[in-house]
């Protein structure tokens, strides 16, 4: 249903220039307004923290209530969700530079790990020796990646329970483009899977089974992936699920 709507929006645009200009000049006042809308209210969330440390400095007591925690953990969830949402409307902008990535997906697997220690998951990154000659000097935006690689790490983690693990790969594909390899970034975990009907949303704008989601982590890096003229596809199944990243190493301007 979804797809055909979309088919139809895109005749009508294509139809009527005038339209079409229309259209997308709302769709920038919308981004624009919920940017601005999320950036406000972070800067109110800020405000509320830093209340809540000073009244946590002067009456130690509070500590002692189980939900004085839980209140700076829903304000950082809702902090994320904000970021979530403000990124996913400022992805145009990508700023590729030449860089060494295998430090970029070190670096951002060691962060998840006192969160996976905590929850007693394992954590995993491997780097095949192949890929290293494409990957420390690969033309991408850092920060964008980053973000990719926080989601897709952050999915896993959610899915995962106590004992089960997480890898986090780079490696070289020869298969999915004919005229270079491409560096194939992978996440996988053993948590629990997806099923063929949520299969078919993941990558839906808001499409979330979570109670606090917002649905735009995987939205999220496909639009990355794809600003770096990469692929993305997920598979799933009882034993793994994992979401593979192919980053061309044939890199056009
Ligand atoms: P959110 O995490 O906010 O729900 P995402 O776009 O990141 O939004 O993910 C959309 C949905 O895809 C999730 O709600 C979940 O149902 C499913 N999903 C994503 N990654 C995984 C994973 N590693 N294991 C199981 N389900 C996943
Ligand atoms: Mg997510």
Same mark, same amino acid.
């Given at each position: 249903?979804?797809?055909?709507?979309?088919?139809?929006?895109?005749?009508?645009?294509?139809?009527?220039?005038?339209?079409?200009?229309?259209?997308?000049?709302?769709?920038?006042?919308?981004?624009?307004?919920?940017?601005?809308?999320?950036?406000?209210?972070?800067?109110?969330?800020?405000?509320?923290?830093?209340?809540?440390?000073?009244?946590?400095?002067?009456?130690?007591?509070?500590?002692?209530?189980?939900?004085?925690?839980?209140?700076?953990?829903?304000?950082?969830?809702?902090?994320?969700?904000?970021?979530?949402?403000?990124?996913?409307?400022?992805?145009?902008?990508?700023?590729?530079?030449?860089?060494?990535?295998?430090?970029?997906?070190?670096?951002?697997?060691?962060?998840?790990?006192?969160?996976?220690?905590?929850?007693?998951?394992?954590?995993?990154?491997?780097?095949?020796?192949?890929?290293?000659?494409?990957?420390?000097?690969?033309?991408?935006?850092?920060?964008?990646?980053?973000?990719?690689?926080?989601?897709?790490?952050?999915?896993?983690?959610?899915?995962? %329970?106590? *004992?089960? /693990? @997480?890898?986090?790969? +780079?490696?070289?594909?020869?298969?999915?483009?004919? #005229?270079?390899?491409?560096? =194939?970034?992978?996440?996988?975990?053993?948590?629990? %899977?997806? *099923?063929? /009907? @949520?299969?078919?949303? +993941?990558?839906?704008?808001?499409?979330?089974?979570? #109670?606090?989601?917002?649905? =735009?982590?995987?939205?999220?890096?496909?639009?990355?992936?794809?600003?770096?003229?990469?692929?993305?596809?997920?598979?799933?199944?009882?034993?793994?699920?994992?979401?593979?990243?192919?980053?061309?190493?044939?890199?056009?301007?």
């Amino acid at each position: 249903m979804k797809e055909e709507e979309d088919e139809r929006i895109k005749q009508l645009l294509s139809e009527n220039e005038e339209f079409a200009a229309a259209i997308s000049q709302i769709k920038e006042d919308n981004q624009l307004a919920i940017s601005k809308m999320s950036h406000e209210i972070r800067n109110m969330i800020t405000l509320v923290k830093s209340s809540l440390q000073i009244i946590e400095t002067r009456h130690p007591e509070v500590k002692d209530f189980a939900l004085w925690e839980q209140i700076g953990e829903d304000l950082n969830t809702t902090n994320e969700m904000l970021m979530q949402y403000s990124t996913y409307n400022n992805l145009l902008k990508v700023n590729k530079k030449s860089g060494d990535i295998i430090t970029l997906i070190e670096n951002t697997a060691e962060s998840f790990r006192p969160q996976c220690e905590q929850r007693g998951i394992g954590l995993f990154v491997s780097i095949a020796a192949e890929a290293r000659k494409y990957a420390s000097h690969y033309e991408f935006d850092k920060i964008r990646m980053k973000q990719a690689l926080i989601n897709l790490i952050k999915n896993a983690m959610e899915a995962c %329970s106590r *004992n089960d /693990e @997480i890898t986090v790969s +780079l490696s070289l594909d020869h298969e999915k483009l004919a #005229d270079s390899p491409s560096l =194939l970034l992978q996440v996988s975990d053993n948590g629990y %899977s997806i *099923n063929k /009907e @949520i299969m078919k949303k +993941l990558f839906e704008p808001y499409f979330t089974t979570k #109670d606090t989601g917002t649905g =735009l982590g995987l939205s999220i890096v496909k639009k990355i992936i794809y600003s770096h003229g990469g692929d993305i596809s997920v598979e799933s199944d009882d034993a793994v699920t994992k979401v593979s990243c192919y980053l061309p190493t044939k890199q056009h301007a």
